[in-house]
């Protein structure tokens, strides 16, 4: 059990549909983190959580919207996507935003296909 | 801009082989690397390097960090059928607890 757990594991939808995909960590860590992972590409790190407190945005279209109502859970809102939206999220917790080191723990993903 | 880079992209060897995965790094207020392996989906935490020359090592899979030549390798000794998977690299940046990414290096063992 990876003490990071992502609902849900698998979602379709169109492209003019609403979702949200939910993160909660069982690990007591204090930051939060989505990942965007493509067929091909690397890992590309979409927002930063500290405290729920969002810490970084890396120019992340506004079609996908976090919510951090506390450090134990993340969401990751979705609208109006396009099919090139369809990739692997994956959610990652750490004990201590701003320390140096530190290690992050990933959730097991959720397989997104925008129709 | 930051960025790790791996290689190969792809390794095929037969059981039993030694295999070395590269991980070279231009990022700006380095801290760490740090290598995860990735099987089916999420990628689970290997080693996590901060100095210099200094050997980590797991059962068969050890690392090693260069933060002269900016670069990192993956050991693997042995290897079997059960290491097959994408190994990926990251560069911690300090304070800003952001990982840059390598693509990966997608290795498969042959029995």
């Known amino acids: 059990e990876t003490g990071v757990t992502q609902t849900p594991r698998h979602l379709v939808m169109g492209m003019t549909n609403k979702k949200s995909l939910k993160c909660e960590q069982h690990?007591?860590?204090?930051?939060m983190y989505w990942y965007k992972q493509s067929a091909k590409k690397p890992l590309e790190l979409m927002f930063v959580?500290?405290?729920?407190?969002?810490?970084e945005n890396n120019s992340v279209p506004s079609r996908f919207s976090p919510e951090c109502p506390n450090s134990s859970h993340l969401f990751l809102h979705l609208h109006t996507l396009q099919p090139e939206d369809s990739a692997l999220y994956l959610c990652?917790?750490?004990?201590?935003?701003?320390?140096?080191?530190?290690?992050?723990?990933f959730g097991p993903g959720t397989r997104l296909t925008v129709l | 801009e930051d960025k790790v880079v791996q290689s190969p992209l792809s390794l095929v060897v037969h059981e039993g082989d030694t295999v070395t995965l590269n991980c070279s790094y231009e990022?700006?207020?380095?801290?760490?690397l740090l290598w995860y392996k990735q099987e089916k989906k999420a990628p689970t935490f290997l080693f996590m390097l901060?100095?210099?020359?200094i050997e980590k090592k797991s059962g068969r899979l050890s690392s090693i960090l260069d933060k002269k030549e900016l670069f990192s390798i993956l050991n693997i000794t042995a290897t079997q059928t059960g290491d097959s998977a994408i190994y990926l690299c990251?560069?911690?940046?300090?304070?800003?607890?952001?990982?840059?990414f390598g693509q990966g290096t997608r290795l498969t063992i042959n029995p």
């Open positions: 690990l007591g860590h204090n930051a």
């Open positions: 990022v700006t207020n380095f801290r760490s």
């Open positions: 901060t100095s210099s020359g």
């Open positions: 959580y500290s405290l729920e407190e969002r810490v």
């Open positions: 990652a917790s750490s004990q201590d935003a701003g320390r140096d080191e530190d290690t992050q723990y």
């Open positions: 990251a560069a911690l940046i300090q304070g800003a607890q952001k990982l840059v």
